[in-house]
């Protein structure tokens, strides 16, 4: 089992910055490929950004390429999303998640799931 935990939600204006935060305790964290999901009110779980394992590749969806950045301690067993230029559109909540597999973009190949955090942002 991988207890996943995000923080640093919170609202903010268009233009504005944020940072996630997704803490891991359990199962070796660096172990898995990490994941950044949202999800807004009456829509489908979406893939936003992914890191492997070995912090050697990312993956963005292209709605935020450009804008996010992630990025992992393994040695402090958390992930982060780094999210800037946000747009009204980026309101949902966001959901870490930690994979065995290598289908980053697939939430269906994602074992563990966090509560999430919910990020508002105004125009």
């Known amino acids: 089992q991988v207890q996943l935990v995000e923080s640093g939600g919170g609202l903010v204006q268009a233009g504005g910055s944020l940072r996630l935060s997704c803490a891991a305790s359990?199962?070796?964290?660096?172990?898995?490929?990490m994941g950044w999901f949202r999800q807004a009110p009456g829509k489908e779980r979406d893939f936003v950004a992914a890191?492997?394992?070995?912090?050697?590749?990312?993956h963005y969806a292209d709605s935020v390429k450009g804008r996010f950045t992630i990025a992992r301690d393994n040695a402090e067993s958390t992930v982060y999303l780094r999210m800037n230029s946000l747009k009204p559109e980026d309101t949902a909540v966001y959901h870490c998640?930690?994979?065995?597999?290598?289908?980053?973009?697939?939430?269906?190949?994602?074992?563990?799931w966090g509560q999430g955090t919910q990020v508002t942002v105004s125009s």
């Open positions: 998640a930690a994979s065995g597999s290598s289908d980053l973009r697939n939430r269906n190949a994602y074992d563990y």
């Open positions: 359990g199962r070796t964290f660096r172990n898995y490929n």
């Open positions: 890191i492997t394992w070995n912090d050697i590749s990312t």
